[in-house]
């Protein structure tokens, strides 16, 4: 009695192996969690404050969003992108993966996905029943696809409506695009529509954050919301700017959240506002300072003759490849992992490379980041002896790993 596309679906890689990880330590074991990718940090005491106030607020919302929300999460990727954006193309969700779902179901076309993408991508075009394309990347190229592999995909069947999904900075690679721009000429000739998922951009270590809604604004879906730079994932508000270009396809994606969630949390909505309005510059800061120092700490210390790895330019992830092993799949290399040494990370097959590539993704999240933050200035340097003191199992993991890559 269950679909047959619905009954071969597994439940998401990364809360599977979050679940292993929780049963081994319920055994007693010290589980290093590099599975899950979990924002680290609190939400900023300013939003709490504001979620506190707005406890009460008990009516449905339009199903778009409040409007005072929408105006202001306007004025925020106005300012960022540099165009002017109303509150009327911004569409408010559960999560911004909830509205990535309602984006597939009224989407008829073909889906184009890099390898390796976002591991919910391909389970949400099986179940809105869209064809997906994965394309090759490589690390030259920061591990996403270049303006030619698009293009020998589209020709293909012109006639077809694509849409293409890019992640930057990515998960799981940790890398951000840097050839947006001559992609956005495939996108503007072959009229591609992008779904530009940037909801790591917050986090990019270096300053100059770079959308591709910057070069094709017409073609392009923004995709941001609270989970990741905010720190609340389980608040789940997420969002999407939608070109007036695509207004029909917003329509019916306002049909589809009325017949599904009606409208986001009441106290959430009140409270992003905050989020979007006031200012967190500092907050932001010592999240991307503490994150790139140990994310370059997890990196000069992994990578070896043995172990390939780029280093990382925003989020939280890292993406090793171990020349030296063979195992059937990269899931039953996790697993050894796990069972030897305690450390959970995720194989590269469930984000679309072939299950021989011993590739994997590895979170460096597993530390407590409100007490490394109020431990740290906006100058102070992040170096091992505060990464040791703060988030030492980082530490630990990085070893465990090393001494598994080494001894096996
Ligand atoms: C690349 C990427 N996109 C989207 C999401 C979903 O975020 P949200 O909490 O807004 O649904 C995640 C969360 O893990 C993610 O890693």
Redesign the pocket.
């Known amino acids: 009695m269950i679909k047959n596309k619905i009954k071969n679906l597994d439940l998401s890689a ?1 809360l599977k192996i979050n679940e292993i990880s929780k049963n081994l330590e319920k055994e007693g074991k010290t589980i290093i969690k590099f599975g899950f ?1 979990q924002s680290p940090f609190p939400v900023p005491d300013k939003i709490v404050d504001e979620l506190k106030k707005n406890a009460h607020q008990k009516s449905y919302l339009p199903i778009q969003g409040l409007q005072e929300l929408r105006k202001a999460i306007s004025i925020y990727e106005s300012k960022k992108k540099n165009i002017n954006i109303s509150p009327e193309q911004v569409i408010v969700g559960p ?4 509205l ?1 779902f309602l984006l597939h179901i009224s989407f008829d076309g073909d889906i184009i996905l890099p390898s390796p993408s ?1 591991v ?1 991508y391909k389970p949400q075009s099986i179940i809105a029943d869209n064809k997906y394309h994965w394309i090759e990347t490589f690390p030259e190229n920061n591990w996403y696809p270049s303006a030619d592999s698009i293009e020998k995909l589209v020709i293909k069947n012109k006639k077809k409506n694509y849409l293409l999904i890019l ?1 930057s900075p ?2 799981p690679s940790g890398q951000v695009c840097k050839n947006i721009k001559s992609i956005s000429q495939i996108v503007k000739k072959y009229k591609i529509m992008v779904l530009s ?1 940037e ?2 951009s917050e986090l990019t270590f270096d300053e100059n954050y770079e959308s591709i809604s910057n070069f094709c604004p017409e073609n392009v879906i923004i ?1 941001n ?4 730079w905010c720190g609340a ?1 389980g608040w ?3 969002y999407f700017v939608i070109p007036n270009e695509l207004n029909k396809l917003k329509n019916s994606m306002k049909v589809l959240a009325s017949e599904t969630f009606s409208a986001v949390s009441a106290p959430i909505q009140y409270a992003a506002i905050s989020a979007f309005k006031d200012d967190h510059k500092d907050f932001i800061l010592k999240s991307k300072k503490i994150l790139s120092g140990i994310g370059e700490y997890v990196y000069n210390n992994l990578k070896s003759n043995n172990v390939i790895i780029s280093k990382p330019m925003g989020g939280f992830y890292l993406m090793p490849e171990f020349l030296n092993k063979t195992f059937n799949s990269s899931t039953e290399m996790c697993k050894d992992i796990l069972k030897k040494k305690g450390v959970a990370i995720l194989p590269g097959s469930d984000f679309g490379f072939s299950a021989e590539k011993m590739i994997s993704r590895l979170s460096y999240t597993d530390f407590d980041g409100k007490n490394f933050m109020s431990n740290i200035n906006l100058d102070t340097k992040v170096d091992e002896g505060l990464i040791k003191k703060y988030a030492p199992k980082i530490i630990e993991g990085t070893k465990r790993l090393k001494d598994w890559v080494e001894k096996g």
């Open positions: 990364t990718g999560g911004s993966k909830e990535m976002w919910s992640n990515n998960n998922d909801i790591y995709s919301g609270l989970s990741k994932g789940r508000l997420g």
